[in-house]
Structures are given as C-alpha cells and as structure tokens.
C-alpha cells in the first residue's frame, strides 16, 4: 500500500511548505490575520453591545468579512508566483528532468501554497480562540469555545480561498508572469463589489446566499446585526442546504480551475524563444574547431594539455596546432573566428559639462519610460483604472454644484487618486529594482553617470507615466461629457482641480516611493510599508483625522468651490508637499546605494537587501 | 599602468575575500587565475567601482580608481560574470543608449560606433533583434560590445567564457586580444587556465584571498622545465601513486588513468616518463600545494 506522505506529490507539497516558511510574505499574512482578529475583538461590533466575542454567531459572523478585507491581496502574494520562481531560478529542468508528472508538480505545488495560506489566515480564528481567555472591560465572554473556531473557519475562509486560490495560481503558472496576477488581484476589489451591487443584490435572497462567494449574503439572512444581544449570543449557526451547495459549488469552480491549468499547462520552453533560438545557428562545425577526436583508446593528453602562452601580439599566433582556424573546418566556408574584425571608430566623448548630463538623463528617461510601458500590467491597471474612475460620471446622474464641468473633474479626480497611490508604489518599484533583477546593474553602475541621472531618470519616466494616465482620464471625461450633451465644456475647471490636485500629487506619490524604495532596497517590503501606511491614513481620514500635514494627496479636503473662490490656500498646501518631494529625492540621491566617492554615501543598517 | 596596493576586503559574514593584494599590471592582457570561490570576482568589483574596500587602494594613469570611482568609470569597460540586458530592447538600442551613457552623443558618430561594434561582434545580422530572444554567446558578445564602447583604457572582464561554445569562445578571445593594445589594461579573470594560457602576457594565481604567484605564462612553463613526468596506469595503482608523489593532476580514461607529477630531481619510478611541462601543471602546483618546483628548487 503506498504510504501518502511517501509520494511525488507529498514531496512538492512539502518542499512548499519549507519554501514558504523562509519568506517573509507568510509571516506578514499571518500577522495581519492577528491584527485583524485583535480588532474585531477589542474594537469591533460586539463592542459596547453586550455580544459575546465567542458566541457561535460571532466567530462565524466576522468570517465573511475577514475574507473581504485584505485577504485577496495577501492571497495573491502567496499564490501567485509558486511556479514562477521556479522557472525564474531556472530549476524547473532539475524538476521536470525526474518522473514527476504535471499533475503531481501543479497539485503538490498548489496544495503546499494553499496549505501555507490557510494556516497563516488560521491565524485570525486561532487569535480570537486565545482571546477567549484575555479579560476586556465590559466585554461579554461565553464559556470556552474549541471547536467552532476551527469549523467556521475551514467551511467560511478555507473553501471560499480555494476557488480565488486556484484561480491566482492558474494565471500566474500559465503567463509566468506575476504581475498580471497583481493586476487581476487589485481588480478583485471593484469587481466583487460590482458584482454583488449590480448582480447578486437584484437575485432573491436564495439564488443570491447560492452565488456569493464570500457568503456575506447568507450571513444577512439571520439579521444579526438586527437581532438584540441576548439572542445573537444564543444563536446556532448551522449549514443548510444554500450554504452547502454554495461551498460544493465553490470546491467545484476549483476544480474546473485546476482542470484547465493542467489541460493547458506545458513544461517547455515558450515557442517564442525556441523560436528565435533556432534562428540563430551558431556553431555549425564547432566540435571540430577545438579538440580532436577523443575517444578513449585514442585519447592524446597533449590535446586537453593548455596551449602555448601567448605573446602580447594576440592569439592567433598561440592557437596552432591545437586550434584549428582553417576556415575549411566550417561547413559553410566562412572563417568567423580568424577573420579581420573592423576598427572601431575614433569618437568624441563628454562626461563633464551639465549637458552632458542632461543629454545622458534624457536618454535614461527614454529607455525607462520604454521599459515601463513594455510592463505587461500596465495593459490590464490603466484601462481598468481609466474605465473605473469615468464609471460614475458615464452611467449616473451627476449632481453638479458650480458647473457639469466641475463635477465630472472633481469626480475623476477623487477616484483616480486612489489609482495614482497605487500605481505610483507599484511602478516606482518595478522602475527602482529592474535593474538589479535582470541583473543589469553592473553595466549602468560602472558607466560615467552620476547617481542623480540614474534616480531621476526612474523618477521621471514613472511621473510621465502616471501624468499620462491622468491626461488621459481627463480627455475620457471631457469626451463623455460631450456625448452626455453636458455641455458647455469648461477647460478653467478641469486645469485648476487637475493642475492642483492630481499632477502635483503623482510628483509627491512618487518622490516618496523613489526615497521609500531607496532606504529599504527591497520593492516588497515597500509594497507592505505602502499599503499599511495607506490603510492606516486612510482609516484617519475616515474617521474624521484629516488634515494636509498628513494628507499629501489632499483626499476630501477641497472642493472645487474652494478652489473656485481662490487657490492661495492650496497652492501653499502644494508648495508645502513639493518641497517636501524634493526634500525625499534629495535623501533618495544622499542613500543611494550606488557609490560617487569613498564613504560618500550613508550607511543604511535597516535596508533589506 | 595599473597598480594595486595592500587591497583587503572581508564581507559582513565574516569571510575574508581580499587579503592585502598587491599587483602591478602593464598595458596588454591580463590573466586572473584562480579557482572558485578564491576572490577573483571581488576584486574585479572593487576596481569596476562596485565594491568598496576596507583597506588598500588602486591606481592607473593616476586615477585613483577607489575614490575617484566618476573618473574610473570614464575609462572602464566592464563585463561581469553574470549580467543582463534589457530583453524588450534590440542590440542595436542597447548600445545607443549605452554610448549615450558614456557620453557619445553625436549621433553620426555615435550611429559608427555601434555598426562597428556590432560587425566587430558579429551581430550586425541580428541588430534589429530583441536582446531577450539572444542565445547565452550572443549575450556575452553583446556584453562585450558594450564594453568596449569609448575607448575604455581598463577593460574588466569576469569569467567571460563560461557558458560558450568552443566557436564562440576563440572569437571571444580574438576580440579581448584585439582589444588590448599599448594603451589599455585587459584584465581578465577565470578559472579556465587555457584562455589565460592562449591570451595572456601576464598572469597571477589567485587563491583564498592571496596572490600566490604573478607572472608570465612562458615564465611559469619555463619553471617547470625538466620536472614533470606523466604515466598511464591501471586506475587500481593511483591511490598508491598518489600517496608517494606529488601528483598534480590525473585524467581516467578507459579503465587507466594519467598521472603528472612534478620531480625536480630523478625520475619517479619506472612507469613515468618526462613530459612537456604546460600551464595547468605550475596553476595545480601552485593551488594544491601552495607553491611550486620553482620555489622549492635549490
């Protein structure tokens, strides 16, 4: 009988497993499920309503939510690039040389990962369980739960994560390419919430418990949040046949998922490059120009012995006998190695004067906008950031206080800021750490280029890219504003709220992802550091906390009425946080890692490369 | 042309890659030779401007190539080991921009240089190409093509043929001899003694951190003059062998084997005869026993 721990697959699964808990993505996802649970514990719904924290309906109650927020994100990290690492440390030749089938190879890496993942969200429940027993001021405890904490969770998180799961891997094994997973896992968020606004709220409450993924609907049937304290701590949550065909349904999707990955999953290399691989033939007689025949009872130790030392004159000279440069030892008669190379060219160099250096920075720009463009999730993030922002003001009534114009600008630009915060972290670090990771560095680094072109140049063709999308959600919006007929068209107002809000904002969002990118030297530590700073501002701004001292992209603090009466205020704002992005570009030059002199630049002992 | 003084550098981990390394290089090629691990790479990095050391320095035509790293850099031409290039860019886009960044920016003159770079490298065919569909030696010899780009004085290059068909190999070698003239410095460092042996005027042997030795091929070759002997037999009698001389290498084949050892004074016993000495045979003494017949010759 085979023993299941003893198998192919148990062996990838593991190897997973052990990958996994030497990242650090696990440990932060582990983290922020704690940090979530401790909040709707000490600070959730049950707080000041004398609901238990413990009671079956509360364990089970917050799951949905738990899934919604956060969730699909940190899925995406884990999910995403478990096969991708492999053809990018280029083991997969070592793996796929062995009898591993694909099955075995997709089903173990995909358990292992998903495994991973549901034992770091675990830890939400497994930190309300420990809970149970941390004595809080006016907090009702029932007695000791065991069991619902686990149950809830497999049946609530783990089998709605398998379909999401299963679709992150299957994107990401089948593109080789994560950050297209990025750009469907940001889309996530206004998909799901279309979908349950525009589809799942118009079905009865049955057909919409049986299509939602998080369950969210199902819990709104018991209205909890209705139902008074003394009963909503009684409550039972038990599975009726809605939610089990919901959980069927969704174990199913899965499989369909998983089914088509390995339909359509290929082991080798991409047609492209064989492609052009096969276009080039490089050697036709290559055996032939070095060693002679050497087969074991022919073997001539003077053949492997090295060649004669060479003078300074070159090599030709040192090649004979062992060898051959006789170009009757090519196929096609071409004598490649020994003929005459041409001279190269006397050329006028300039390194010293600023032209120079404007000249080298515009080329940088150049290539680096190119490279940005060439991103591959750029095709998915700018259309869906552009259809998004321009959602309201083409399919709703627009509420228009000083004119139609002001309202279509004031209302892109408030959506598109929140795609301006992403982008710009996203973009800046894809800019900052390119280099390194296709391991170009040392040939800029060694260049005659000042530090300044080098971060400038990545500075500036990620804000040309960011003020490019802004552009063109402004030309959208006027665009439809002309085939709404909300006409007239005042320009005045789309430059003051874009001019003000929008263009100095991406300089300020990038100025503070270039210096973030530079002090920690490690992109996904910056995308963590990001996205923490932004919840936690945002949740300020939310709650009533906001203020321009701590609110760069100046979210709800204007109105174009404001800026119609005068923009003396708002320019000082903006002066303020422009000087503040230059302050950050000059600390980004002062850090980085790139050295101009000896000691010249400091020290960072909490940079994580 | 090159001077390198005392160059020391120990990593965080602990592990002392430069010890005190001293080196006085002239113009021509250049052979760094030493196994893996032994710092060949680390001091390659220190004078491309990448590294810093703890202590020591470096000097060519009065550049002090550790602090003034703007002025090295002018005239460096660098290929590391390992490196890449941007794949969405063709050859020939790659090295515009890299003339630009050295500071070519007259664009007929610059346009020349990189058709003449490209013919140079053979890759004038494949101009138009996206540098990501390139095979490993098109790489390289567009590595190589970038390095070469503004009359660099200090060319570095860093375990340049691993990777590289035997063709691609001997026309690497042929650009890098070209390439070295009376004004430049061709440092090139490997572990393949033969690249060294077949282009280099000068040559050191680098190990664990430390310079064992630094001279000519031909002078390393002439050192060994009338020490080594060679021997085919049974595989069953080199461990025996081996136990009783200084075997410096040994190569199976069938089921014999061929064993070099050195002796300096009679021949070892009967089975071995004299044979040709050859630059592997000084490289192995040296690494594997510290120093060589030369030193230990009375």
Known sequence: MINPFQTRFAAIFWNEVLLNSKRVAPYIVAALSAGNALLWWGWGPATGRNMATNSDAFIAGVL????????????????????????????NPLIFSKPVSRAEYLLGKFFGNFFTLSCCQFMFSATLFVLQWVPKHGMVVQEAKFLAYPKHFVAYVVISYLPLAAFYFTV???????????????????????YALVFLKRLPWRWGALLDPLLINWGNRNEIHATSAEVFNQLVIVYD?????????????????????????????RSEKAAKFTFISLSSAAEGVYYQDSSPDQFDPAVMRSVPPASAGGLKRALSPELSLDPSAYADGTDLISREVPALPEVARLNEVIRANVNKLVAAIAIEFRLLRAERSLVVVAPLAIFLCLLEVAFYNIHADVSLSAAYASNTATSLL????????????????????????????TTPVSNSVLILSKFLSTLLLLWALIVSVGVAAVAIQIIRHHTPIDLVAYGKIYGLILLPSAFILTAISVLGNVVLRNKYAFYVVSIGTAAALFYLYSSGHNHWLYNPVLYRLWTYADLAAGTRMILLYRLCWLAFAVTCLALAHLFFERRSRRKANLPLPFALR | MLNIKDLTKTYPSGVQALKGISLDVSAGMFGLLGPNGAGKTTLMKILATLLEPDRGGAEMNGIDLIKDKHGTRRMLGYLPQEFGLYPTLTAEQTLHYFAKLKGVFDKKERGMLV????????????????????????????????????????????????????EERIRFHNLLAETAGEDAV?????????????????????????????????????????????????????????????????QMFGGLARLRVISRTERPSEEFVPAAPALEDYYFDLVNHGTTVAETRP
């Open chain 1, 418 to 445: 929140i795609f301006l915060i992403g982008m710009a972290v996203f973009y800046t670090g894809e800019a900052m750490h390119r280099d390194r990771e296709i391991r170009i560095e040392p040939f800029l680094w």
């Open chain 1, 172 to 194: 990401g094994t089948l593109t080789r390419n994560v950050k297209i997973v990025y750009g469907l896992g940001l889309a996530i968020y206004p998909l799901f919430i279309s």
């Open chain 2, 115 to 166: 058709d003449a770079l490209l013919d140079r490298v053979n890759l004038a065919g494949e101009r138009g190409q996206r540098v990501g569909g390139f095979s490993g030696g098109m790489r390289q010899r567009l590595g190589i093509a970038q390095a070469l780009i503004g009359q660099p004085q200090l060319i570095i290059v860093d375990e340049p043929t691993a990777g590289l068909d035997p």
């Open chain 2, 186 to 250: 061709v440092i090139l460092s490997t572990h393949i003694v033969a690249d060294v042996s077949s282009l280099c005027s000068q040559m050191a042997v680098i190990r664990q951190g430390a310079i064992l030795g630094s001279i000519t091929p031909q002078q390393a070759i002439d050192r060994l003059k009338d020490s080594v002997w060679e021997a085919t037999v049974p595989r069953e009698q080199v461990g025996t062998l081996k136990s009783r001389y200084p075997v410096i290498s040994s």
């Open chain 1, 241 to 269: 046949s809605i939610f089990i065909a919901n959980r069927i349904g969704m174990i199913l999707l899965t499989a369909i998922c998983l089914t088509i990955l390995y339909l359509l999953f290929t082991t080798a290399e």
């Open chain 1, 64 to 91: 949905p939510f738990f899934c919604f927020l956060f969730q699909p994100l940190l899925a995406m990290i884990i999910m995403a690039d478990p096969t991708v690492r492999d053809f990018r440390a280029e083991i």
